[in-house]
Nanobody, 124 residues
Framework: QVQLAESGGGSVQPGDSLRLSCEFS????????MGWFRQTPGKEREFLAS????????LYGDSAEGRFTISRNNAKNTASLQMNGLKEEDTATYYC?????????????????WGRGTQVTVSS
């Protein structure tokens, strides 16, 4: 059974950077596309970024484009989300997700596995 564990969340000020990490276990990481989503209370889960199995193709949502960068390390079974220029509206719980298909997807329903989330708070 695939398990995902996010880390790296925290409280930062506007304009700061933060790097989230996701540790993958229990499956074949190199055959899985990875994704990052976020959610705030009362809202649907929002797509941020996806990376295909080898990281050579990535996909970004509107909120992440130009500020966030997804990457993966198949040797370490980890995926990361580098977030720069954080804004107060980036405050949310951030989730790592994996799908057993190697290609990118922006749809939450296409990811079979989810981490428990890590909180990111951006406030002055």
């Amino acid at each position: 059974q695939v398990q995902l564990a996010e880390s790296g969340g925290g409280s930062v000020q506007p304009g700061d950077s933060l790097r989230l990490s996701c540790e993958f276990s229990g499956g074949t990481f190199s055959e899985s596309a990875m994704g990052w989503f976020r959610q705030t209370p009362g809202k649907e889960r929002e797509f941020l970024a996806s990376a295909q199995w080898n990281g050579r193709v990535t996909l970004y949502g509107d909120s992440a484009e130009g500020r966030f960068t997804i990457s993966r390390n198949n040797a370490k079974n980890t995926a990361s989300l580098q977030m720069n220029g954080l804004k107060e509206e980036d405050t949310a719980t951030y989730y790592c997700a994996a799908r057993t298909i190697p290609w990118c997807s922006s749809f939450a329903r296409e990811y079979e596995y989810w981490g428990r989330g890590t909180q990111v708070t951006v406030s002055s």
